[in-house]
């Protein structure tokens, strides 16, 4: 139904980590029944029903073209996820944490992360617009220089 990618980056010299794994690895200690449910959510997506909407609070960028978004969590429970949703078919999975604060503007990880994520936004959306990455034929594949590199 969906694929499901997240950001890879080095910690240092040769050690490569994913945005996804930092996240799970971050709160696998205080939060393991959340982490669960989450993976549970995204096979969900990724095999059942796709990366619709409902499943996701849109808009959590600044502004609505960056397509950052968090995936929404069971309620009484605040750990986000936050993602790039292109469509119903491709997410790009990122980092995030607990949800402690009214707005991710007030709390400090929270923050970080969503720029993150704009950061890979606005890059993706350009490489896709110059077409140095393209979706494949069924939508489901990004097919190109997928490499951000830090400037």
């Not at 969906?2 to 205080?30: C, H, N, P």
């Not at 939060?31 to 409902?54: A, H, Q």
């Not at 949703?85 to 980092?95: E, F, K, S, V």
């Not at 991710?104 to 929270?110: G, K």
């Amino acid at each position: 139904m969906a694929s499901l990618y997240t950001v890879m980056f080095e910690l240092a010299e040769g050690e490569i980590t994913t945005k996804l794994d930092q996240f799970f690895q971050k709160y696998r200690d205080r939060y393991p029944e959340e982490l669960m449910d989450i993976v549970r959510r995204l096979n969900s997506l990724g095999k059942e029903t796709g990366c619709t909407e409902n499943f996701f609070k849109l808009d959590e960028g600044l502004n609505p073209d960056d397509m950052v978004c968090a995936l929404y969590d069971v309620p009484e429970i605040n750990l986000r996820l936050y993602c790039i949703r292109l469509d119903d078919q491709l997410t790009i999975l990122g980092d995030g944490g607990p949800k402690a604060t009214r707005t991710w503007q007030e709390d400090a990880n929270l923050k970080k992360e969503v720029h993150a994520m704009m950061d890979v936004s606005m890059v993706l959306r350009t490489k896709l617009k110059n077409g140095t990455i393209k979706r494949s034929a069924n939508g489901l594949r990004l097919d190109g220089d997928l490499w951000i590199t830090k400037t």
